[in-house]
């Protein structure tokens, strides 16, 4: 039996500029957090010939080339796992869909446990290429490179995107008594939506391909609130920081006009009068979590609740995808 765990993340700051349409023209940076919400990947030997898979179906198939999830077909083939007798399962803290970077996650634990059935060692770097070979070169999803890198290394974690598709990822410099505060004060609540990123993430690769100027500027200017997002961070100046993801949010909802909706609208303004300095919807958009950094959260928290969401607490995950089970 194996278990492995992948961590979900927020994004702290410059996200979306880890798409290959934006990045190989200007590179890209961005800040991203794992948190200890998971998806877990468990493998285990059958004595029956073939492959059983669950996950929100079942399959159960005699080859590789037979099985419907793309994800788990591709991750077999790129390891050359297919000598069968094997169960596949996967379950997950939080609904996929919901802008938490659950595909990327499931990908990572998914190739960890299959080089772990191999006694392979893998570094996280050779973990998250892997994912994004699958993700994004084999199977065309128009996503970046986000959730697999921070899925693999954990922490929080600066990515930065250069123009040949390499990716450098190093630790966030934050005093241990910021990072206390900022988890503290980082709140996450669940809108009740959930989404496929992939015609949001769509329209921004088409537009970036196109070189369409507002959504080329839209991007430039949510680099730079990263990188303002990491200088506010490591000097410890929260309340900048929170207002710079209010900015960020601002600029956000102008890439797709269905970035956000009257719903969303009215909770962000909300909390904005109850509580939080800056907030953000997690993710590519349409819906899944709300982020808010807050300067008052028991109101908020008490606001958030009576509008009728759900909070989700969380830590930060400074593991990242976790081999937990070998036997």
């Known amino acids: 039996m194996i278990i492995v765990r992948s961590p979900l993340r927020v994004t702290l700051g410059g996200g979306g500029t880890d798409l290959a349409s934006y990045y190989e023209k200007f590179g890209g940076f961005l800040i991203s957090a794992a948190i200890d919400r998971y998806v877990y990947i468990t493998l285990h030997h059958t004595f029956l010939p073939g492959y059983i898979i669950k996950y929100s179906q079942m399959e159960k198939v005699k080859v590789v080339d037979k099985i419907k999830h793309p994800i788990i077909r591709e991750s077999l083939k790129l390891l050359d796992v297919n000598d069968g007798y094997l169960e596949i399962a996967s379950m997950a803290d939080i609904p996929a869909g919901t802008g938490l970077g659950s595909s990327g996650s499931f990908t990572t634990a998914l190739l960890k ?14 973990l998250a290429e892997q994912a994004c070979e699958i993700e994004i070169n084999r199977l065309g999803e128009p996503i970046g490179k986000q959730d697999q890198y921070i899925a693999a290394y954990g922490g929080i974690t600066c990515l930065e995107f250069a123009k040949n598709g390499a990716v450098k990822a190093y630790p966030l410099k934050i005093d241990k008594e910021i990072l206390y505060d900022l988890e503290d004060n980082l709140l ?3 809108t009740g939506y959930s989404r496929s990123a992939a015609s949001i ?4 690769h088409i537009k970036s391909i196109e070189n369409d100027k507002i959504m080329i500027d839209n991007l430039h200017f949510v680099k730079d609130l990263g990188i303002q997002s990491k200088k506010a961070l490591e000097k410890g100046d929260l309340i900048k920081f929170g207002e710079l993801m209010n900015a960020h949010w601002e600029h956000k909802k102008k890439r797709s006009a269905q970035m956000s909706n009257p719903k969303i609208d009215k ?10 300095i800056g907030g953000k919807l997690i993710g590519a958009g349409g819906g899944g979590f709300l982020m808010f950094y807050a300067k008052d959260k028991s109101r908020l928290r008490h606001t958030m609740l009576k509008a009728g969401l759900e909070e989700v607490r969380f830590r930060f995950d400074f593991e990242g995808t976790k081999l937990i089970v070998q036997s």
């Open 267 to 276: 909770w962000y303004s909300l909390a904005i009068q109850n509580g939080a």
């Open 188 to 190: 996450l609540f669940f």
């Open 113 to 126: 446990a299959l080089h772990a059935h191999k006694r392979n060692l893998i570094h996280p770097k050779e």
């Open 201 to 204: 993430l769509e329209v921004q």
